[in-house]
Nanobody, 128 residues
């Protein structure tokens, strides 16, 4: 079983940057794929990025492509999400999640049902 803890959220102005972290314990992330999701008030949970630790395959949602980057540091058992050019519509609670199965395509990678373990989330607010 793996436990996940997100950190790095906060208040940032439009156009700014943040780096979110997802620290894992209980198991090594090299066994898993990791997804980042977000949920804004009144909206459905949305998959925004995915990384496979075994082959570094990544997927990004259209809403964040070119602005967000996901990476993994196996030695630190942590996944990172660099978020640049932030917009007010990026405001949400951001969650990381793991699955021990590789997703064959983006649709699976961004399905919350694909994942077994979830963190509690970190709030990101983009506002002037």
């Amino acid at each position: 079983q793996v436990q996940l803890v997100e950190s790095g959220g906060g208040l940032v102005q439009p156009g700014g940057s943040l780096r979110l972290s997802c620290a894992a314990s209980g198991s090594s992330l090299d066994k898993y794929v990791i997804g980042w999701f977000r949920q804004a008030p009144g909206k459905k949970r949305e998959g925004v990025s995915y990384i496979c630790s075994r082959d570094s395959t990544t997927y990004y949602g259209d809403s964040v492509k070119g602005r967000f980057m996901i990476s993994i540091d196996i030695a630190k058992n942590t996944v990172y999400r660099e978020m640049n050019s932030l917009k007010p519509e990026d405001t949400a609670v951001y969650y990381c999640a793991t699955s021990d199965e590789e997703a064959e395509d983006e649709e699976l990678a961004f399905s919350s049902l694909w994942y077994d373990y979830w963190g509690r989330g970190t709030q990101v607010t983009v506002s002037s």
